[in-house]
């Protein structure tokens, strides 16, 4: 999956005044098959929007205004943003699937769960053999993730967070889509639970050797489970790269935020702050958007806005800072 340029925004039309949230904000990336890739920032920094869209799910007010969306279907590249919508349904759940924030409403409320799984599978495909291409394949699917049959006896709210949450990503995967989308799956369940969501995930990954996209604003599940990940910030992607490298080597003064606010043992010093919260949407500073809470703001960076380049091999950033020749004077 590819984007390029791409911008999604808000837009409000009231009367005379025209009003702009800018949530996607040139957004290129590129996220490879069989990785889990993960995004992470502050709430209200895109994030949920940016899976939106590239989920194809962009719906007024909301609006793709420029750029592209590849997916790549059978060794060819489709921009989606060019798709009808009749077009893009076909390829929707098959081969992506997205599973929204708190989705405990996936699953509907007053029916066992094992209809909810029969009213999906059937409204994606056709089936004559309920036995052969319902009934077996969905315990298979169950038993290799780890969750117990007996969850398809049961209404929703007999099972606890945690078992709602596997179940609803076990329902999400059940039709083996090339990609899937989630946006804080662990938010809300205790640390248990997050784990075995976590753990699901990862076996999920393995089974189906697909590429799982995964929005939290969680650094820690990051460090746990992604590959690689992006940080975004006001809409744009600051800094990209392999997770290890990001957690041993940050390079963006909000990525070093980040980190620096999860708990280290014995380390208090270690904390960066970054007060504040970040920038409306509607109303971006000019230059970089981090500069109001940055505490090596230049004078360049209230004016310019720092693109994101590569600094070392698959790492990026996009800070005034890290520019190729400053990384390598410190280095030094
Ligand atoms: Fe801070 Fe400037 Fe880098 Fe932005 S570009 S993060 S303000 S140093
Ligand atoms: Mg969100």
Redesign the pocket.
Known sequence: LKTEKLKSYYIFEMQEEKKEVKAVNDVSISIREDEIYGIAGE?GCG??TFLKTICGLAEPPLRIVDGKIYYEVEGKEIDITKMSQEEYRKLRWQFISYIP?GSMSALNPIIRIKESFKDFVTSHKKIKDEEKEFEEPLKKHLTALGLPLRVLKSYPHQLSGGMRQRTTIALATILNPRIIVA??PTTALDVVAQRAVIQLLKDIQKIQKNTIIL?THDMAVHANITDRMGIMYAGMFVEEGETDEIFENPLHPYTKFLIGSLPKMGDKSYKVSAPGSPPSLANLPQGCPFHPRCPYAMEICKKERPQLVEISDGHKSACFLNSKERVEDARK
């Open positions: 709430s994030k949920s924030q946006d804080e929005v």
